[in-house]
Nanobody, 125 residues
C-alpha cells in the first residue's frame, strides 16, 4: 500500500491543522493506521493510532486532548486533527500502516510496514 501525507504547514502557537493521509494500492481496511513524528535531532515518536476494526484510538500523552485521529475507510484516508498546537509539536509527521492487528504493536514504529513520505508541521510565531 502507498501512503501520501498532506496538510502540513506553518501555524502559530494555539492554532490548528488537519493532516490527511491517502492510501492507495492496497486494502486500507486491513491496516491499523498510525501517525508518528520526528523533530530535528530527535528520534521518531508515536503520536496516535486507530484500529482497523472498531476504530479504537490511542494517543501519546503529549498530544492527548489536543489531537484527534480518525479514518474514513470508504475514502481510504486517515486524518490527524491537531488543535492548540505548541512549538514542541514542530516535526515532520508521518502516517504509517500496520498489518499485524495486534494491540501491543500499535505504538511501535517497527511494526508498521508501510510509510508515507511525511509532511512538515512548524509551530512558530
Amino acid at each position: 500500500v502507498q501512503l501520501q501525507a498532506s496538510g502540513g504547514g506553518l501555524v502559530q502557537p494555539g492554532g490548528s491543522l488537519r493532516l490527511s493521509c491517502a492510501a492507495s494500492g492496497g486494502s486500507f481496511g486491513r491496516y491499523d493506521m498510525g501517525w508518528f513524528r520526528q523533530a530535528p535531532g530527535k528520534e521518531r515518536e508515536f503520536v496516535a493510532a486507530i484500529r482497523r476494526i472498531g476504530g479504537s484510538t490511542y494517543y501519546a500523552d503529549s498530544v492527548k486532548g489536543r489531537f484527534t485521529i480518525s479514518r474514513d475507510n470508504g475514502a481510504n484516508t486517515v486524518y490527524l486533527q491537531m488543535s492548540n498546537l505548541k512549538p514542541e509539536d514542530t516535526a515532520v509527521y508521518y502516517c504509517a500502516a500496520n498489518p499485524d492487528g495486534i494491540l501491543s504493536s500499535i505504538r511501535r514504529s517497527g511494526d508498521y510496514d508501510y510509510w508515507g513520505k511525511g509532511t512538515l508541521v512548524t509551530v512558530s510565531s
